[in-house]
């Protein structure tokens, strides 16, 4: 979609009006190109809206942060001084869906007295956080953010589970909830909503709340206790006592908290508040903002040493083969025999996931006797692949830098750290904590039982993946009112916004809606073969598991060649159609290759993607749901086709089905 409209000035359009208060000043910052225009108004109370193409997308929303000695930012406001600032440039990443990412935004900056107020437009979005300039370190009591809509949009909700009554017990997740799709003035009573959220907007547009530059500061939930049209940002209380328990004893659950949300230093700069605008649905899968606002990486720290790859892993399958001569389970025989199958597949990884530590001790250096560690890091290594060891949140924080130090020196090449399932500021603290010392020793991370990614990841690159996902871990346990595949086909236009997610997809067991069960030691997956094959493509994971056992991905050999070959970061990434919560395709570049993937819903459906972008091909390779994918599931086809002349290749997908092909 493209919008009329006029620039203000040739490089950066600010306006500053006079309102009918003799303190009150409104300013207007547009986009570089003009589409979104950001209107903010100082006085006894700073508001901020949006406009997209001249449309009102996001309604005057108040923002301020109280601190413990009673100042408030953004109240009373006197303007000593604005800063304009505009910016245009080609990025590289490190690790992301795009060797070159454009950061090009127009930026204001209100100076008050001891503390800013930076405003950013985007095309694709906007943004503000607030920056400390004070001569002492200070406590903030409370945050208000509000997001207020024209109307009462409908959107993807994903609540925290509430286990009790109050809001305390919601403070306490893994970020892993299906979405509630609902508007916003029938939110449910008490209950908070971690982000993004995606909303519908006028016109058919799309907005995406979310955060980054998160570091040492609350996370922030939402929510809607008045009933209307605007949601209230909420943030978890400082923890005062924590104590180890939970599930192994390897969390530490909050027994009390203080009377403020966070410790800030004299000149904190705190996260940003996103709000991105989406033309239509399919712009969400390659808005770049959640990254673009993370903080870059030290210009002294050397990163290259990051390998991004697929991972062969044992938890999801219960550690299942068959066919050999030995008793599989967690013990030496059955991670050689893993090593050797990611070794002869081309695949980068083996992780050791929860079991090989002793139980009950969080403790990572008592190692349970079935496991000889230091003889399965050789192992690996003279086979060329690397281990990941899983780590629960309590034993890895006591003992980070021993853990770092010892396992990288053995020959470990990350750790998969699980369980803090919260997102208060001391947490928030950890993962910065944890990233860089894990950098210090050449360790990557992926971080489950975690809130979503908020920009840690361009500052740490070599935090590879996050879960924060209702991941393909729920297919074991079936319970009756699991939908995956309606989620499958909502994330990509709301989670996967701000960043790569460890979904672990990859199950060789598919199962159409009818006939699927939960299993948790033979799992199975919603939908068909097809659609775990295109997952490897639609979902961003830099750090990519196969979930499924080795002795069923040698019973399938072309699916196993597939995913073993796709690459996890990707050169280019086009957006080719998509509806939230009904279908999505995608396709990614490598190289001179070409990936595409598509998944669509519950309804079967036929779709006619134009690749004509790719140019000149000689032959692309699919997988296609077979003929009875609708009664079988596992039922598939592979054909290798030439490249149409004109680009346009038309595609049929069963109920929960997918499709997948290699343009070469």
């Known amino acids: 979609m493209t919008c009329k409209h006029v620039l203000l000035a040739a490089v950066m359009a600010v306006l500053t009006v006079a309102q009918s208060g003799a303190a009150d000043k409104t300013y207007k910052l547009q986009s570089p190109s003009g589409v979104i225009t950001v209107e903010i108004t100082t006085g006894a109370q700073t508001n901020w809206a949006i406009d997209r193409c001249g449309v009102r997308v996001l309604e005057p929303s108040a923002l301020s942060m109280t601190l413990e000695d009673g100042t408030v930012f953004g109240r009373n406001v006197k303007v000593k001084k604005t800063v304009l600032k505009n910016m245009d440039r080609m990025v590289a990443p490190v690790v992301y869906r795009q060797a070159q990412v454009r950061e090009a935004y127009n930026e204001l900056t209100l100076k008050c007295k001891g503390y800013d107020m930076v405003f950013r437009a985007y095309d694709d979005g906007a943004a503000y956080r607030f920056v400390a300039?004070?001569?002492?370190?200070?406590?903030?009591?409370?945050?208000?953010?509000?997001?207020?809509?024209?109307?009462?949009?409908?959107?993807?909700?994903?609540?925290?589970?509430?286990?009790a009554d109050?809001?305390?017990?919601?403070?306490?997740?893994?970020?892993?909830?299906?979405?509630?799709?609902?508007?916003?003035?029938?939110?449910?009573?008490?209950?908070?909503?971690?982000?993004?959220?995606?909303?519908?907007?006028?016109?058919?547009?799309?907005?995406?709340?979310?955060?980054?530059?998160?570091?040492?500061?609350?996370?922030?939930?939402?929510?809607?206790?008045?009933?209307?049209?605007?949601?209230?940002?909420?943030?978890?209380?400082?923890?005062?006592?924590?104590?180890?328990s939970g599930h192994h004893m390897l969390q530490g659950l909050v027994r009390s908290r203080e009377a403020y949300i966070a410790k800030a230093g004299a000149t904190e700069a705190f996260p940003w508040r996103i709000v991105i605008v989406a033309g239509e649905d399919k712009d969400l899968l390659t808005c770049d903002l959640p990254w673009l606002l993370g903080r870059e990486p030290r210009k002294d720290l050397d990163f290259s040493w990051v390998r991004p790859g697929k991972v062969a892993w044992d938890w999801w399958n219960d550690w299942n083969l068959y066919g050999v001569d030995f008793e599989a389970g967690i013990n030496n025989e059955t991670y050689k025999y893993y090593i050797d199958f990611a070794a002869a597949s081309g695949i980068e990884y083996v992780i050791l996931d929860e079991g090989w530590a002793v139980n009950l001790q969080a403790d990572l250096f008592q190692i349970i006797p079935e496991i000889d560690l230091p003889m399965l890091c050789k192992y690996a290594e003279d086979k060329g692949v690397g281990l990941i060891l899983w780590a629960g949140y309590w034993a890895f924080q006591k003992d980070m830098e021993r853990a770092c130090?010892?396992?990288?020196?053995?020959?470990?090449?990350?750790?998969?750290?699980?369980?803090?399932?919260?997102?208060?500021?001391?947490?928030?603290?950890?993962?910065?904590?944890?990233?860089?010392?894990?950098?210090?020793?050449?360790?990557?991370?992926?971080?489950?039982?975690?809130?979503?990614?908020?920009?840690?990841?361009?500052?740490?690159?070599?935090?590879?993946?996050?879960?924060?996902?209702?991941?393909?871990?729920?297919?074991?346990?079936?319970?009756?009112?699991?939908?995956?595949?309606?989620?499958?086909?909502?994330i990509p236009?709301?989670?996967?916004?701000?960043?790569?997610?460890?979904?672990?997809?990859?199950?060789?067991?598919?199962?159409?809606?009818?006939?699927?069960?939960?299993?948790?030691?033979e799992p199975m997956s919603q939908g068909t073969r097809c659609r775990q094959l295109a997952e490897y493509v639609v979902f961003f994971?830099?750090?990519?598991?196969?979930?499924?056992?080795?002795?069923?991905?040698?019973?399938?050999?072309?699916?196993?060649?597939?995913i073993a070959k796709v690459p996890t970061v990707w050169d280019q990434t086009v957006a080719l159609e998509g509806k939230a919560g009904e279908y999505v395709a995608v396709a990614r570049r490598k190289g001179d290759t070409w990936y595409v993937g598509a998944l669509t819903g519950w309804e079967a459906r036929d779709m006619t993607l134009d690749l004509s972008f790719i140019g000149k091909a000689a032959e692309m390779e699919i997988f296609r749901d077979g003929a009875n994918a609708h009664r079988a599931a596992r039922d598939y086809k592979r054909e290798v086709l030439p490249f149409p002349a004109d680009g346009k290749v038309t595609l049929h997908m069963a109920p929960g089905g997918g499709w997948a092909a290699v343009i070469r």
């Open 133 to 163: 300039q004070r001569k002492a370190p200070f406590i903030v009591k409370s945050e208000e953010a509000a997001f207020r809509l024209p109307g009462d949009s409908e959107g993807l909700i994903p609540y925290c589970y509430k286990r």
């Open 405 to 490: 130090r010892e396992y990288s020196a053995m020959g470990v090449k990350g750790f998969k750290v699980d369980f803090m399932d919260r997102d208060d500021q001391p947490m928030v603290d950890f993962y910065h904590r944890a990233a860089e010392m894990a950098a210090r020793y050449n360790l990557m991370l992926d971080f489950h039982g975690a809130f979503k990614p908020a920009g840690l990841q361009r500052t740490w690159p070599n935090v590879v993946n996050f879960e924060g996902v209702y991941g393909l871990e729920n297919a074991k346990w079936g319970k009756s009112d699991t939908d995956l595949v309606t989620y499958e086909v909502s």
């Open 541 to 562: 994971a830099p750090l990519n598991m196969l979930c499924d056992s080795p002795s069923n991905y040698l019973q399938e050999p072309e699916c196993l060649q597939f």
């Open 493 to 521: 236009f709301a989670r996967l916004v701000a960043g790569p997610a460890d979904y672990t997809q990859g199950a060789m067991r598919n199962a159409t809606r009818k006939n699927f069960r939960g299993v948790n030691t």
């Open 166 to 244: 109050g809001i305390e017990c919601q403070f306490a997740t893994s970020f892993e909830a299906p979405y509630t799709r609902t508007t916003v003035s029938q939110w449910e009573s008490g209950r908070l909503a971690f982000l993004p959220i995606t909303l519908d907007a006028p016109g058919g547009a799309k907005l995406c709340i979310t955060e980054s530059d998160l570091l040492n500061y609350p996370g922030m939930y939402l929510s809607n206790e008045d009933k209307d049209t605007a949601l209230e940002a909420v943030f978890a209380p400082y923890p005062k006592d924590v104590e180890q």
